[in-house]
Nanobody, 128 residues
Framework: EVQLQASGGGLVQAGGSLRLSCVAS????????IGWFRQAPGKEREGVSS????????YYADSVKGRFTISRDTAKNTVYLQMNSLKPEDTAVYYC?????????????????????WGHGTLVTVSS
């Protein structure tokens, strides 16, 4: 199982930016897809964005398109989520997760059942 650690959360004003990091230990992410998910208080967990680490292909939920950018640094075994133009409704605990069986033979997705390894979350709070 992939060990993942998410970090970079914090308190920011609406319109501000944060960059989240997801670092993997003792496992190369090169053949994985990494997804970012979030869970707001009282709501179900939802997908935000995913990336095929090897080729860098990406997928975004409609709610974050144009504001969030997912990227990877394979040398650091790290995936990032750059979040710009943050809104109060982006407030949530953000999690990263790995689909260790991902191949480019199927499209990237945010179907949570495909992501088997989950890190602890990092809290993002956006004030109005």
């Amino acid at each position: 199982e992939v060990q993942l650690q998410a970090s970079g959360g914090g308190l920011v004003q609406a319109g501000g930016s944060l960059r989240l990091s997801c670092v993997a230990s003792e496992f190369s992410l090169d053949d994985c897809a990494i997804g970012w998910f979030r869970q707001a208080p009282g709501k179900e967990r939802e997908g935000v964005s995913s990336i095929g680490v090897n080729k860098g292909n990406t997928y975004y939920a409609d709610s974050v398109k144009g504001r969030f950018t997912i990227s990877r640094d394979t040398a650091k075994n790290t995936v990032y989520l750059q979040m710009n133009s943050l809104k109060p409704e982006d407030t949530a605990v953000y999690y990263c997760a790995a689909d260790e069986f991902y191949t480019t033979s199927y499209p990237l997705t945010l179907r949570q059942s495909l992501f088997h390894s989950w890190g602890h979350g990092t809290l993002v709070t956006v004030s109005s």
